[in-house]
């Protein structure tokens, strides 16, 4: 007697498919604590460096040292839990003057110098791209202000902003550049764009370097200027690159501190940021406002960097997990259209 049955060749299957599932969770496993061990020292470093220094940060904000008046009226004199008081002296106080002018100055160099640099670095990448003589000389000369330290470069513009100095002679005019008013402002802008300026330059060179050169001949073909070829070509595939440029520069202009304090000098309101008001608390020995200013600052950075990340970079995300989703589907579909394998027959003696 013949009959049909696929019931043992399906039993074995099912049987067979959580074996090989946990053998892929194990090998996944074994993956995951190897890499664990291998970045181990890594996060060691980091947790010393950065979480315990953060962390001792947040602790001495919530605290006063220095000689101060308990509920009795008793002078006492050491470290005392204040809970948010350095915040709310700071925010609304009688420091909130000063702690506004330094989060307004912060905010408007990161604003102009970031913005000046990336329009600058721009044009001196388009400039480094294309093929000219002696454009290895140019790229080498365009690292020298990056590469010079920012207090020297603060040393050499102090010099040239001097009131007998080279930008005086060149206007014409004397100007005193290194004290109270908007032409404080003006050198420490010059002076940073001068400086970091080349920094963008070179990641958007990177990026320009990997645009296919096919793309600008196919638009030449089909009519597109040099103007259109750089707004529908250039900028949507060095976005990533400059983006990245943008954003390093940005954290970096947050925490300005070396350039105008050497530039423009300590406890100059024109030009004094929220790092250089905390190192002045800090070096009078008011440890927990310039703990309360570092934490406030770390905020801001933080804030500022993840509403960058996630406003410009949301589409290059959404197109990525687009992709992912696209392809998942695509395999889906070419498994479910695949034929199924016809059922095995098996003679059953009767």
Known sequence: MTSTSTTEPLRAKTRSVPRHARGRRRGRAEAG???ALLLSPTFAVLALVIVYPLVSALRDSLFSSGE????????VQGDQFVGLRNFADIVRGAAATRFWNAFGNTTFFMLTTVAMETVIGMAMALVMHHALRGRGVVRASVLVPWAVPTAVSALLWRWMFASDGVINAIIGHQVLWTTEGWHAKLAVIVADVWKTAPFVGLLTLAGLQIIPGDLYEAARVDGAGSWRQFWQITLPLVKPALLVAVLFRILDALRMFDLPFVLIGNQKRSAETLSMLA????SNLHYGPAAAYATLLFFYVVVVAFLFVKLLGAD?????RGRRAVGRRAVGRRAEDAPAAPPREEVVPA
Do not use: K
Not at 279 to 282: K, L
């Open 316 to 320: 290059v995300i959404g197109e990525a």
């Open 68 to 75: 101060q008046l308990d509920e009795n009226g008793f002078v």
């Open 33 to 35: 604590r190897l890499a």
């Open 279 to 282: 190192w002045d608390e800090a």
